[in-house]
C-alpha cells in the first residue's frame, strides 16, 4: 500500500508567479484535501475535492484552486502569489465513506520572494 | 463553529517523566477529535483517534488520550517520554455530520521537548 507522496519538496517562486503543486493519493482513497501551514502555526484547511469536485472549502481565495484526476491525484494552483503563501503546503488523502481519518504527505514547501 | 485550543506552545520534560499536552476544543455538535505528531521537515502522522466509543483511545507507541465532553477536553498523555517523542503535536476536531468531509480544525501545536 503506497501512502501519499507530493512533489515538489521545496519551491521558491517570486511573488505575482503562478505555482501547482501535485499529490498522490493513497491506493484506495478517493477523496484529496489540501491544508496551509504557514510557520508557527496549525494547518487550516484550504479545500477538498471528491469525484473530481471540489465539495468544501475554507477560507480562502478564489487565487486558490484546484483538480482532481479520474485517478484521484490532485494538484492545487495558486495564481499571483503574494509573500504571504509562504508555507507547508499539506495533501491528505482518504476514502469518502470512511471513519473521519485522513493521511497526510510530507508537504510541500513554498517560499515566496 | 469549532475551535481547538492548545494553551501550551512548548513544554520542556525530562526524559522518562510524564508529560501531558492539553487540549480544548468549542463545538456545539458532537465532535471527531484526534492527535497529530509532526517531526521536523515532515508532514503530519495520525497519533490517536477518537470517534466514538470508549472515551479513552490509545496509541501504539505508550501515548493515550481521553475524551472528556462535559470539560471539553482531549488531553494527550504519556506515563514515560523518550527522547524520540520530541516534536510538534497538533489537535484536531472535525464534524462527523459533515459525511465525507475531512475539514479538519487544527490547534496551533505543542512542541514537545524531552530533555536528556
Known amino acids: 500500500e503506497t501512502g501519499v507522496t507530493q512533489s515538489p519538496t521545496h519551491l521558491i517562486k517570486t511573488r505575482g508567479q503562478q505555482v501547482t503543486l501535485r499529490c498522490s493519493s493513497q491506493s484506495g482513497h478517493n477523496t484529496v484535501s489540501w491544508y496551509q501551514q504557514a510557520l508557527g502555526q496549525g494547518p487550516q484547511f484550504i479545500f477538498q475535492y471528491y469525484r473530481e469536485e471540489e465539495n468544501g472549502r475554507g477560507n480562502f481565495p478564489p487565487r486558490f484552486s484546484g483538480l482532481q484526476f479520474p485517478n484521484y491525484s490532485s494538484e492545487l494552483n495558486v495564481n499571483a502569489l503574494e509573500l504571504d503563501d509562504s508555507a507547508l503546503y499539506l495533501c491528505a488523502s482518504s476514502f469518502y465513506s470512511g471513519t473521519g481519518e485522513a493521511f497526510f504527505g510530507q508537504g510541500t514547501r513554498l517560499t515566496v520572494v | 463553529a469549532q475551535s481547538v485550543t492548545q494553551l501550551d506552545s512548548q513544554v520542556p520534560v525530562f526524559e522518562e517523566a510524564p508529560v501531558e499536552l492539553r487540549c480544548n476544543y468549542s463545538?456545539?455538535?458532537?465532535?471527531?477529535l484526534f492527535w497529530y505528531v509532526q517531526y521536523p521537515n515532515q508532514g503530519l502522522q495520525l497519533l490517536l483517534k477518537?470517534?466514538?466509543?470508549?472515551?479513552l483511545v490509545e496509541s501504539i507507541n505508550g501515548f493515550e488520550a481521553e475524551f472528556n465532553k462535559s470539560q471539553t477536553s482531549f488531553h494527550l498523555r504519556k506515563p514515560s517520554v523518550h527522547i524520540s517523542d520530541t516534536a510538534e503535536y497538533f489537535c484536531?476536531?472535525?464534524?462527523?455530520?459533515?459525511?465525507?468531509?475531512?475539514?479538519?480544525?487544527f490547534g496551533t501545536g505543542t512542541r514537545l521537548k524531552v530533555l536528556a
Open positions: 463545538s456545539s455538535v458532537s465532535v471527531y
Open positions: 477518537y470517534l466514538s466509543g470508549s472515551t
Open positions: 484536531a476536531v472535525s464534524d462527523p455530520s459533515t459525511s465525507g468531509t475531512y475539514k479538519y480544525i
